[in-house]
Structures are given as structure tokens and as C-alpha cells.
């Protein structure tokens, strides 16, 4: 009896062709998993932190400042963070800075007054910021360039499927232990999942990539292209924006709104998920369209968000205003994929790292000009956040070429 073969009703696709489709290269799976997993642990208690410093005793001043602290960290420490990366490697510069951002969660818990929050802080960017540029680095190194786009898609998604999540497991824990006790546990578990990554990203295998010639600062500022230059001059436009208010979120939808800690969350959680939705949409759609549309939409959401939170007056009106800010991630992963193509493979790192000092440096005076705007109404500052924004906008309509952005 003659055996008839067994056809299936529908044929998986096959596993190389998913990871090609995705991007998932080994050491991009590696980056993206640790950052998966450092942000689980952060968004725990992350979105919290100025309501915690002011339970320990920190005015509305210092709130600002600590923002305000936070931008010159992400700035000062970039370029450092790119060029021991460039110098010694990808594998082990993330593993320094998750090793001092760990040191930096233990002194949030250990903390007896705000005070010592600027000493965390310090140790926590070192994971934030300093390993940033590296993280580029890495897609830069290991993806040609039709598939960078996507790697950042990917790498955008595990970092900010945590801050879907976290928050509102984090505003959960406030709510039934207190923000003391809710904000420490989460740091507990931060210290935990810090553990972790660090046998992730020991699987990083990337080669070192020596220049011709020793670049000092100065000569990676040189390698940058005009197009460069511009998008950076409208992205410090635009963090402006955000950094203006960014801090004040919590404290304006909890003490002015009127909402409570675990609807917080929610709502952060609205903005991620609305972020998560739109991004391999608009990756495939920025490389058949050009990424330039894409660009303008990710600024005009960031100009609009803070109006359409100071329009709100109830819970229901701010989860519309969130997924007007979750959509201020619409062109992030082609932005990203931007500057990677334009710099130069040797100075990969160190470029990325000095677009990101120079963008940091600009805008760290930002939150505290937002803290003290707040003193003549809660509203102002961001109505002057989205005005400083539609400026960023115009820039980059007016000065970065279809063909560089598409």
C-alpha cells in the first residue's frame, strides 16, 4: 500500500527567514535583552522617583534641579561611555556601566534624604547614558545598512515593553505598600535583574575596530556631515520640549488632576503600548516612503503632548493625551538608523556619544527653567514646551533633505 505523503495546511516560515525579517543577529539580541531587562527593573519604581524625593523632603526646586542633573548626566557622560566602548570593547563597557548603575540603585535604597539622590543618580546614568552609545554601536556593527532600521525597531521594543509594564506594577506596589516601601521594593528588584544581565551581555562577541589614527574630540566633531548636524540642532528643539515637563508628569497628573499612583501607571503604560503598536508599521512604511515623514510626525506629537496634558481634566482625557505621547516615538527607530549610516565605523561609538553629549548639554537646563515656570502656574511650562518644540519641528522640515532622511 503505497503511503501518500504528509503535506501541512500551512508551512511555518522558516526560522532564518524570521530572523533575517527581524534583525535578530546574535549580539543585537544579546544588547536588546539587557535592555530589556535593566528597564524592567528601573520602570518599577523609575516614574515615581520625584514623588519619592519629595517624601523624603525635596522641594519642587530641587525636583527640577534633580531633573535638570539628569540631562547634564545623560550629556557629560555619552561621550566617555562611546569612547570606552571604541577603546575596549562592547562586551565589557556594558559590563562596567550595569555594574555602577547596581551600585546606584543600592544608594537609592540606602537613601535618608533627597540629597543622597544625586549621589544615585551618578552611579544609576552610567547605564542610562554612558552605555547608550554602545547600544547604537552595536546594531551599527552588526547589521548592514537596509536592516538597521528594523535592529532599532527591535531594540525599541524590549526596551520599552518594561515601561508598558513596570509602571503599573510599580504604581501597584506603591498603592498597597506605600511609596517608601513600594519604591525600595522595586529597586531590590533592579539590583536583582542587574545580576542577570550581566550573563546576557557576556555572550557579546564584536571585534574591536582599530582607526587608522588616534581621533580626538574635536576630529569626531569634524566627521560629522552637515545632515547630521542639522537633525541634531532640531533634536535639541525637541528634548527641550520634553525635558521641560517630562519631570513634572507624575506631579501634574497626581497633584492637579487629581489622579492616583496605579492610574499613573496606566497611563504610561497606554503611551508604551501605543509606541510598541506603531513601530514596525512605520519601519516598513519609512523604507518604501523615505523616513522624513516619519521624523515630522515623531516631532509634532512631542510639540503636542504637553497641550493635550494641560488640557486634561479627568483620567479618560489624559489616556488620550499619553497616546499622543506614545506616538512621539512613531520615527525614532529611522532617526536612530539616520545617524548610525552617516558616521564613521571607527568612531561609531564616539560619534553617537558626542551627538548625544552635545544634545544633553543643550538641553539640561531644561526641567529646571520647567520648575520654575511651574511656580507662576502648573500649566505654563508646558505651554512653552510645546511652543519651543513646533520651533524644533520647523527646523527639520526646513534643513535636513529628503535624501539624507528617506
Known amino acids: 500500500m503505497t503511503r501518500l505523503p504528509v503535506v501541512p495546511l500551512l508551512e511555518a516560515p522558516s526560522r532564518p527567514r524570521l530572523v533575517d525579517t527581524l534583525a535578530l543577529e546574535r549580539n543585537v539580541v544579546a544588547v536588546s535583552a539587557s535592555m530589556f531587562l535593566m528597564g524592567l527593573g528601573e520602570n518599577l519604581w523609575r516614574r515615581f522617583l520625584p514623588k519619592y524625593l519629595e517624601l523624603l523632603g525635596a522641594p519642587i526646586v530641587a525636583i527640577g534641579l534633580f531633573g535638570t542633573t539628569e540631562d547634564f548626566l545623560d550629556g557629560v557622560y555619552q561621550y566617555p561611555g562611546g569612547w570606552f566602548a571604541d577603546r575596549f570593547g562592547r562586551r565589557r563597557a556594558l559590563l562596567a556601566f550595569i555594574t555602577l548603575a547596581a551600585i546606584g540603585y543600592a544608594v537609592f535604597l540606602a537613601a535618608p534624604s533627597w540629597r543622597y539622590g544625586f549621589l544615585g543618580l551618578v552611579f544609576v546614568m552610567a547605564w542610562t547614558s554612558m552605555a547608550s552609545p554602545t547600544l547604537f554601536a552595536v546594531v551599527g556593527d552588526s547589521l548592514p545598512t537596509h536592516r538597521r532600521t528594523m535592529g532599532f525597531t527591535v531594540q525599541s521594543v524590549l526596551r520599552r515593553v518594561p515601561i508598558a509594564v513596570a509602571p503599573t506594577l510599580g504604581g501597584m506596589a506603591v498603592a498597597t505598600f506605600g511609596l517608601r516601601t513600594g519604591i525600595r521594593l522595586g529597586l531590590v528588584i533592579s539590583i536583582v535583574l542587574a545580576a542577570v544581565t550581566v550573563s546576557v551581555v557576556a555572550r557579546i562577541r564584536i ?178 514646551a510645546a511652543a519651543i518644540g513646533l520651533a524644533g519641528t520647523l527646523v527639520f522640515v526646513a534643513t535636513v533633505d529628503e535624501q539624507y532622511a528617506g
Open 207 to 384: 571585534p574591536i575596530l582599530v582607526e587608522e589614527a588616534p581621533t580626538n574630540i574635536l576630529g569626531v566633531w569634524r566627521s560629522l556631515p552637515r545632515p547630521l548636524r542639522w537633525l541634531l540642532a532640531s533634536d535639541v528643539f525637541i528634548r527641550t520640549c520634553e525635558g521641560m515637563v517630562d519631570v513634572f508628569l507624575v506631579l501634574y497628573a497626581i497633584n492637579i488632576v487629581g489622579i492616583s499612583s496605579t492610574q499613573f501607571g496606566l497611563l504610561i503604560a497606554v503611551q508604551m503600548t501605543t509606541a510598541i503598536l506603531s513601530y514596525f508599521p512605520a519601519a516598513r512604511l519609512a523604507d518604501r516612503t523615505g523616513r522624513k515623514p516619519f521624523v515630522v510626525a515623531t516631532f509634532l506629537a512631542f510639540s503636542l503632548f504637553p497641550v493635550a496634558v494641560v488640557a486634561s481634566a479627568s483620567f479618560g482625557a489624559l489616556v488620550l493625551a499619553f497616546i499622543v505621547g506614545g506616538l512621539r516615538e512613531l520615527g525614532e527607530p529611522a532617526r536612530k538608523a539616520l545617524i548610525v549610516d552617516l558616521v564613521q565605523p571607527p568612531l561609531r561609538a564616539r560619534s553617537v556619544g558626542l551627538y548625544y553629549l552635545i544634545r544633553s548639554i543643550a538641553i539640561a537646563p531644561a526641567a529646571f527653567i520647567g520648575g520654575l515656570l511651574w511656580q507662576l502656574s502648573p500649566s505654563v511650562p508646558f505651554f512653552v
